[in-house]
């Protein structure tokens, strides 16, 4: 199969198109309009936020550093770019529309924001505007009817092979980024120059990244989002656990792995457990198999490491049923990927809405939809020591389902996350993560 995005991408632009076609007809609108977005300065200041492209627009282009912009899409048509390149001399100015897609739209290339006015479609009321309020131009503010939503969002669950060959390469990035990050741990690194060091071999910045590092060293491994980054090195290095992304023309990866310090200890021998079982899940990534599913099996086979480890004393399944799985992993297994870390959409009933509910007990999974060819999702199961739900436990009913001596002697460690982005197809998966890192050993 190519991976030549210039092959990949007419495919890709054909699949928008048949979607844009039949949610405007859900919507009885003529024309889908998707502003790019504008820079947000901060309250009483004059520094602006870093920009962020409307994911409804990156959607059709490798646009990402473009505000002012406008796409435009009426079925049987050729789409439009109306392309902001301003006079300006503050700013580095967009250098005019290149690459492989540019001869696939009709381009207008506009100076000012408001020279858009003159190229969009005649009636405001006939096009679906998707966008945020600010991104109101005139009379053409984002109406983002719901019918329309639902349909683009729901099947944008289903990556292209052009769009899958953007993760690719955003994972070669963040992989090549991980591997630099081990390495200044294992130099014995504070977390914020274990960040700069990722930072630096992605060769993307904090604005450029798909969200913010988590970066963690010894017991911060308990905090899932944990970014405060130290600057200094703790004296004793036990344990790093990384969560970290990069971007590729908008499409993001997220990559999760976590070290020892002692690699021929016990937190050694966990993570290599916790390694095992995700590689089993991610196999799970299945025309048809229910994501609900991966998740509680998930409880089910971290619990039963947690056995093995003398860390808990109940079957999986007296674990998973009373909750105490929950306090030692108590995330979802994962989410959708793609446009965004955290894609779209990942609880939507069918194409035109509805709420498919999550497994009771379980409130912070992000996808309960059935998987099928062109998903992706990440799969990331952990196990942490964290003392608030810890305590909780202590004070609840079920204080004696576990070692409390056993827990002591890895709360120090924090916890343990490995996360992998993979794609569902119509046989065995593909785990572009195991894959990223196969290619740079």
């Given at each position: 199969m190519s991976h030549d995005p210039a092959s990949l991408?007419?495919?890709?632009l054909a699949e928008l198109q048949r979607r844009v076609h039949e949610a405007l007809e859900r919507a009885g609108l003529d024309h889908l309009v998707v502003p790019s977005g504008n820079s947000h300065y901060q309250v009483f200041d004059d520094r602006d936020y870093p920009y962020a492209v409307n994911p409804q627009f990156k959607a059709w282009l490798p646009l990402t550093r473009n505000p002012g912009s406008w796409l435009v899409a009426t079925p049987g048509r050729k789409p439009k770019l109306i392309y902001l390149q301003p006079f300006d001399y503050w700013h580095v100015v967009p250098q005019a529309p290149s690459g492989y897609w540019v001869d696939h739209y009709d381009i207008v290339v506009i100076r000012k924001p408001e020279e858009a006015l003159a190229h969009l479609p005649a009636d405001p009321a006939r096009c679906a505007i998707l966008g945020e309020p600010r991104s109101a131009l005139g009379a053409y503010?984002?109406?983002n009817p719901q019918a329309a939503i639902d349909y683009?969002?729901?099947?944008?669950?289903?990556?292209?092979?052009?769009?899958?060959q953007m993760m690719r390469a955003a994972t070669r990035r963040g992989v090549r980024a991980h591997r630099a990050a081990e390495a200044a741990f294992r130099d014995g690194a504070s977390e914020f120059d274990i960040h700069l060091a990722y930072c630096a071999a992605a060769r993307q910045e904090g604005a450029d990244l798909p969200y913010n590092n988590i970066v963690a060293l010894n017991h911060n491994g308990a905090v899932l989002h944990y970014t405060e980054l130290e600057r200094e090195a703790p004296a004793q290095l036990r344990s790093f656990l990384i969560d970290a992304g990069a971007s590729h023309h908008g499409y993001a990866c997220d990559i999760t792995r976590t070290y020892a310090a002692d690699a021929g200890g016990e937190f050694q021998a966990l993570i290599d457990a916790v390694d095992a079982a995700q590689l089993k899940m991610c196999d799970q990534v299945r025309a048809g198999h229910d994501y609900k599913r991966i998740h509680l099996d998930a409880h089910l086979a971290l619990s039963g490491i947690l056995k093995d480890f003398g860390v808990i004393k109940l079957s999986p399944e007296s674990a998973l049923e009373t909750g105490v799985s929950n306090v030692f992993f108590p995330h979802g297994i994962g989410h959708g990927i793609g446009l965004q870390v955290h894609d779209v959409a990942g609880f939507a009933a069918s194409d035109r809405g509805g709420t498919i509910a999550k497994p009771e007990g379980q409130p912070y999974l992000r996808l309960t939809r059935e998987l099928a060819p062109g998903m992706a999702v990440t799969i990331e199961p952990?196990?942490?020591?964290?003392?608030?739900?810890?305590?909780?436990?202590?004070q609840g009913p079920h204080a004696d389902a576990v070692d409390w001596n056993r827990i002591d002697q890895f709360r120090p460690y924090g916890g343990i996350r490995i996360e992998d982005d993979v794609v569902c197809t119509d046989g065995a998966p593909i785990n572009l993560t195991r894959d990223g890192f196969a290619e740079a050993a």
């Open positions: 991408y007419p495919a890709h503010v984002p109406n683009l969002e729901f099947h944008r669950a289903y990556k292209t092979p052009y769009e899958v952990g196990v942490y020591f964290i003392d608030l739900l810890l305590d909780g436990l202590k």
